[in-house]
């Protein structure tokens, strides 16, 4: 990018909210049906048809100003957006325009250089249409009206983050607070969570905001981060060129990595809204809202700052934990049951074990075949020095594949408790000395690393049941005795 | 009010409404009349006024969050003008 | 073919085995075939065997002791009620031959209570008009003359109800739609407070303004069918949790018209509309005799002030054809509806589908709404009629506070011949004394009060404060128990 010129960009993020029917129908939103099978009179737009309001899409949306510390009205309202497409059954959309249930509120992102906050302007509910199938049926396209009244909560950032990464962390962070506060799957392939990206440049230094062109439905943060680079390189070479940056509307083509007009501002819709007058003012009363805010989980920020201060894990593995609330909530069942202290082990064996075998088998953590318990259970014993960390993988590798005994059982059925026997230890360790002279000699040559062989010879010998550590231990205090003793002749 | 021809068609395109060079001479003459009896409110002072959106001035009732409607599909399909494979058939849809 | 009675008086038959469902639904669909060519007041008529049928089940309930308010009483609708059983068409080509999936909730009750709909009544197109001459299937005529119409929109059903072809009809009433047309054609015609009825199955034209109606030949009788259809409907956010009173009960209680029932009632004249341009001499005059007869009822009248009503006819038709141009644009050729033929994509397809499918009037009013809702001019038109209307409600509302109901004329003339309004200014601006309250979103009722020199019937108009349907019921109960007129039949409901 040109160091001469900057980009402001803003995103407008549509969440699909996780409720079991239609924001104005009780027509069924699972994803996946045969067309045109969720399809309400109301959602086909039938003359005499009337919306009602979804609680839950409300409480969703009370829940979302909250966990983003915005405003809620205690009065919004719902108004008609007038475009004609045949997946828009009413001719309208219905949505907030004036008076919209949340406004303000923010979310801090992590960048290389620090923290930085992304305001909200605002989030809106709204209903979702359908899909237009553009599979030929003799030059005529098909329309799928499931999706039609699917609730959304739309929400709209304030200009504020100046590079695709920055709007790639921005989202990935919004992706993880609306799954963490149960509204939405976050499931990007099925359209649950799209985004749109509103990219201007502007030479560094100018205070006046440069005409933007909109990208439309991303659906990676992957394709985020290169239309928004894209789109930036071609603003700023066509400015350099000296000519002038047209409002418009883009699409970003995954294939040849680069956006295209989709429509100019000529084009642009005049789109009447108003009041809806099927529908009254949304009045929310503090008591609902006392209720949510009760109710909201502990938030990403706060759990890993709390992660790091009073867990003393390591940032990274606070800020991976809180990614994801199935994780979150997996790690704090387990430290619940080992105690604090045992922090640090529980996380690494969660971030390291587990989620390893999770993504080899792509499964979610909700979905693991091990409980949090049975975590806490090994990471005890082994710390109880009951057993190594070899013998803990073999234990977490039975349960995985579905063994139910319990850990002491399974420890003694499998013989897996660590050797004890310092004078079994001993013999096994001069026998090690004895059949690897070549060792000892390049270990008294300087070379530490061939104490690993000798360590390994011992181990294997006690079938892995000695403790590597104490191992590694007797095996320096019987090498520094025999250094001392004197030569034989 | 003044409606030139543009206007008249930026309106009918608007509302998607095809109307015949006849039919738009006589539109826009009705047009123009109808609007000076509605421009009679320009001269009424409204400062502070609250816009009355509606006759009611309670809150709106909300639905529990429950499931009721079954598929109806053949019912819906069967009122289209075109409709084949479950879906409603429309001219090609130009993304 | 003698007339069918009233409702009441039908119900009474009924209980007292002096007539069988069968035989009140026959002879309404007789009369309603007989009289088809002269005032063309239905649209679709049901098959007589179903009707039948549904007559005989009723009839059947009775000898079993079911009892059902309205068990056996033949009904119409006006056609902007959907219906499972017969064609929806809003008068409009656009629904030509359309079959709603579902029951309007207005419908749903009248049948749960008993009632046997034979058709469907003629209106103006999606209800936008104020003379039924707006119709794909031709005007309704007036029962009083055939050469004059009916009123509108909701003109087929005034007319079904004063031709005494069924005792009872259910309008809509948005602007005046309910109102006029009974004031037209001599009968008593409710439009009830906005929310009181639910609005779920009524082809929408102005959702903010829409309420459902009634037609029947006294208050006594709307009050019967009232009491049916009001009530929350889960399936309408804008009809009102509010309970139902027992209106029959209540002006069963009320004493009889010697007794001066009316002391201590106030009762509003509003003498700015009775020097208002062009009210015919008639109607003021029986408009007099009617203030006359309140107060000899006992009731008190006081002088108001309407300040800005003049103001509702500009306010009125920017809100209604703004919101019509909304709740019309789901008619576009591609779910239900008429598509048409000559298109090469699909723009064409809307703007030909829309073109053909939707009557001139319709069309006009689309554009205005659209024009009022577009980009530079919502505030100076849209914004400034819902000021305006808030204006106009503050003032129904403040002289609501002097009296208990106000009394009004209905219309400034009585019905008109049929094409005599050429333009439509003229038009609109017949709906003067109808459109305040439809703005305020008052209880209002029509009833007849007299004739003028030609012989056609002249209604007054009372307003009520919200939801006080019981008092615009009583008042008007107590006035027909003392007078006659609507109890007049057209000489051509004496087939």
């Known amino acids: 990018m040109d160091p001469r010129y900057e980009a402001v960009i803003g995103l407008e993020i549509h969440v699909q909210l996780l409720t079991a029917s239609k924001i104005f129908s009780a027509a069924a939103t699972r994803y996946g049906a045969e067309p045109n099978r969720q399809v309400s009179f109301v959602d086909a737009a039938l003359p005499g048809t009337l919306p009602v309001l979804n609680r839950e899409a409300v409480t969703a949306a009370i829940r979302f100003g909250l966990a983003v510390g915005g405003k809620i009205a205690r009065s919004s309202r719902f108004a008609r957006k007038h475009y004609f497409y045949p997946d828009l059954p009413k001719g309208y959309q219905i949505s907030q325009y004036d008076q919209p249930i949340i406004s303000g509120g923010g979310l801090t992102i992590r960048t290389d250089r620090g923290e930085k906050r992304i305001r909200l302007i605002r989030a809106h509910l709204e209903e979702d249409a359908g899909k237009s199938l553009h599979e030929d049926f003799h030059g005529m396209s098909g329309i799928d009206l499931n999706r039609a009244g699917t609730p959304l909560l739309e929400i709209v950032t304030a200009p504020d983050l100046s590079t695709p990464t920055e709007a790639a962390l921005f989202a990935r962070a919004l992706h993880t607070l609306v799954r963490w506060i149960g509204i939405c799957d976050g499931n990007l392939q099925e359209g649950s969570f799209r985004i749109d990206a509103n990219v201007s440049v502007r030479p560094r230094g100018e205070t006046r905001l440069g005409t933007r062109r909109e990208i439309k439905n991303l659906n990676s943060f992957r394709f985020l981060e290169q239309a928004i680079a894209y789109e930036i390189d071609w603003q700023i070479e066509a400015l350099t060129a000296g000519q002038t940056i047209e409002q418009a509307t883009v699409l970003f083509d995954p294939h040849r990595g680069e956006t295209r007009v989709m429509r100019s501002k000529e084009e642009a819709h005049d789109y009447r809204y108003f009041p809806d007058p099927d529908l009254l003012p949304l009045i929310i009363d503090e008591e609902w809202i006392e209720v949510e805010r009760c109710q909201l989980p502990e938030l990403p920020d706060a759990l890993r700052a709390r992660l790091i201060a009073d867990h003393a894990l390591p940032e990274a593995d606070a800020h991976l934990l809180t990614s994801d609330k199935g994780l979150a909530d997996f790690y704090l069942a387990a430290v619940a049951c080992t105690g604090v202290s045992h922090a640090k082990s529980c996380a690494n064996w969660l971030l390291v074990e587990i989620l390893g075998r999770l993504h080899k088998e792509n499964r979610s953590i909700t979905e693991a075949p091990l409980t949090p318990q049975q975590l806490a259970d090994l990471v005890l014993r082994i710390a109880d020095g009951t057993i190594s960390s070899a013998a803990g993988k073999r234990l977490l590798a039975a349960w995985w594949s579905g063994d139910p005994r319990s850990v002491d059982s399974l420890i003694a059925d499998l013989d897996l408790a660590q050797m004890r026997d310092t004078a079994l230890i001993d013999r096994l360790v001069a026998e090690a000395i004895a059949a690897h002279p070549k060792a000892v000699a390049e270990y008294r040559a300087g070379k530490e690393k061939a104490l690993n062989t000798l360590v390994g010879a011992v181990m294997k010998a006690s079938q892995g049941k000695a403790n590597p550590q104490e191992v590694r231990d007797r095996l320096l205090a019987a090498l520094i005795a025999e250094d001392s003793s004197p030569p034989l002749s | 009010m003044t409606l030139d021809a543009d206007a008249l068609d930026h309106l009918a395109h608007l509302a998607r409404l095809a109307l015949t060079p006849q039919e738009r001479e006589r539109m826009a003459e009705e047009l123009v009349a109808v609007f000076t009896l509605l421009d009679r409110l320009a001269a009424v002072s409204t400062d502070g006024v609250e816009p009355m959106a509606h006759p009611l001035a309670t809150m709106q009732p909300l639905r529990a969050d429950i499931v009721a409607e079954s598929d109806c599909r053949d019912a819906l399909l069967a009122l289209a003008p075109a409709a084949e494979a479950g879906l409603y058939l429309v001219p090609k849809v130009i993304e | ?495």
């Open chain 3, 1 to 495: 073919m003698t007339p069918l009675s009233s409702l009441s008086e039908l119900l009474a038959a009924l209980a007292q085995g002096k007539a069988t469902a069968q035989s009140l639904v026959a002879c309404a669909h007789a009369r309603a075939k007989a009289l088809q060519p002269t005032l063309n007041a239905f649209i679709s008529l049901a098959e007589p065997e179903q009707s039948a049928a549904a007559a005989r089940r009723a009839d059947q309930r009775r000898a079993h002791g079911v009892e059902a308010p309205l068990l056996g009483i033949p009904i119409a609708h006006k056609d902007l009620f959907v219906t499972t059983d017969l064609p929806t068409t809003a008068a409009s080509r656009m629904l030509l031959g359309y079959r709603s999936p579902f029951d309007a909730t207005v419908v749903e009750r009248l049948a749960a209570a008993g009632a046997i709909a034979i058709g469907k009544t003629n209106l103006d197109e999606f209800a936008m008009g104020s003379g039924n001459e707006h119709s794909f299937f031709g005007p309704a005529r007036n029962p009083w003359d055939p050469t004059r119409v009916p009123g509108g929109s909701s003109g087929g059903s005034a007319a079904a109800v004063a031709a005494a072809i069924v005792p009872a009809a259910t309008g809509t009433d948005t602007g005046g739609s309910v109102r006029q047309p009974a004031a037209h054609c001599g009968i008593t015609g409710l439009k009830p407070t906005y929310g009181r009825v639910s609005r779920y199955g009524i082809i929408a034209y102005a959702s903010s303004l829409d309420q459902a109606g009634l037609f029947a030949r006294s208050a006594w009788d709307i009050a019967l069918l009232l009491r049916q259809i009001a009530g929350h409907d889960p399936r309408d956010s804008t009809s009102v949790d509010c309970p139902v009173p027992d209106y029959p009960a209540i002006l069963a209680t009320l004493p009889p018209p010697r007794d001066r029932p009316l002391v201590g009632w106030r009762i509003g004249i509003v003498p700015s509309f009775l020097a208002a341009d062009g009210v015919q001499s008639d109607i003021l005059a029986a408009l007099e005799a009617a203030r006359r007869t309140y107060e000899q009822l006992g009731a008190a009248i006081v002088e108001c002030t309407l300040p800005a009503a003049e103001l509702a006819i500009p306010a009125y038709y920017i809100i209604a054809p703004a919101e019509a141009s909304s709740n019309l644009a789901r008619y576009d050729g591609v779910r239900y509806g008429h598509r048409t033929e000559r298109y090469d994509d699909l723009f064409a397809m809307y703007c030909q589908s829309r073109a053909e499918g939707f009557g001139w009037e319709v069309k006009r009013r689309i554009l205005i709404g659209t024009f009022v809702l577009s980009h530079g001019y919502y505030d100076a038109y849209y914004r400034k009629a819902q000021q305006v209307r808030r204006l106009v409600t503050d003032g129904y509302r403040s002289a609501l506070e002097q009296c208990d109901l106000l009394l009004t004329p209905v219309t400034a003339t009585t019905a008109w011949p049929i094409g005599a309004k050429a333009n439509p200014v003229e038009e609109y601006l017949a709906d003067l004394f109808t459109i305040g309250p439809s703005l305020a979103g008052l209880p209002a009722l029509a009833h007849p009060i007299g004739f003028d020199a030609a012989g056609l019937p002249i209604g007054a108009q009372i307003i009520g404060r919200p939801f006080d349907e019981a008092r615009l019921l009583a008042a008007a109960h107590i006035y027909q128990q003392a007078t006659d007129w609507h109890r007049a039949l057209p000489p051509l409901a004496h087939l």
